[in-house]
Nanobody, 116 residues
Framework: QVQLVESGGGLVQPGGSLRLSCAAS????????MSWYRQAPGKKREWVAD????????AYADSVKGRFTISRDDSKNMVYLQMNSLKPEDTAVYYC?????????WGQGTQVTVSS
């Protein structure tokens, strides 16, 4: 069955870095666009970044542009989110998403907490 499993979250101080990973299985990963979303307590889920199939292009929310980098490794069915210069407002549950036409898959999320 389809699975997206996020990992790499945790507690980090402001200014620190984390690398999130998402392991995909059960579908043809290389043909899907991949994204990261996040949801902070009491807020709606928001889009963070995405990368097209083949990694041809990527895009970022203004709030993370210049600090976060999305990448993918189709040989390993993995997508990553490198997060640098983290701020307290980056605290959220981060979700991996796979999308292709009408197919839309989500992971269970990984918690990122930025606090001193």
């Amino acid at each position: 069955q389809v699975q997206l499993v996020e990992s790499g979250g945790g507690l980090v101080q402001p200014g620190g870095s984390l690398r999130l990973s998402c392991a995909a299985s059960g579908f043809t990963f290389s043909t899907f666009d991949m994204s990261w979303y996040r949801q902070a307590p009491g807020k709606k889920r928001e889009w963070v970044a995405d990368i097209t199939m083949g990694g041809r292009s990527s895009a970022y929310a203004d709030s993370v542009k210049g600090r976060f980098t999305i990448s993918r490794d189709d040989s390993k069915n993995m997508v990553y989110l490198q997060m640098n210069s983290l701020k307290p407002e980056d605290t959220a549950v981060y979700y991996c998403n796979a999308k292709r036409r009408l197919r839309d898959f989500w992971g269970q999320g990984t918690q990122v907490t930025v606090s001193s």
